[in-house]
């Protein structure tokens, strides 16, 4: 699996005091995607023993959002190791005829595969690995 989209329209409720988008709702765009990518994933990957976590997000605010903008976030997984995989992640704006779209925010999330019962990292699984680049 190569890029992963979503488009979604900023709320109303997204903005706070200074009138643009609140940068804790950057985050809940990223992880909209993610989830919607986890769930994508071909091959059935929870097994009510193992899962991931957030280990590490790194966002970078390039452009504030307003509402009523529409946007859309991906998601390129990018290399895997034995138990993490980091995610890379970008929010732009779904340009209106000639304009070109301008990047609000890039992002790298690590996820990390844990044991839910130990909380210890366990290898990732292969059909996540699989989805990093080769």
Known sequence: ??????????????????????????????????????ESVPSHWQDGETGPVVANININFRRPMYWPELIEVTLRPLSPGRSSIKLEHVIRSI?????EATVHADATCTLVWIDKHKGEPVPLPNCIRELGPS
């Open 95 to 99: 340009p209106e005829k000639d304009d």
């Open 1 to 38: 699996m190569s890029e992963f989209t979503i488009k979604l329209a900023v709320r109303w409720g997204d903005m706070d005091a200074f009138g643009h988008v609140s940068n804790v709702v950057y985050l809940r765009y990223i992880e909209d995607c993610r989830a919607q990518w986890m």
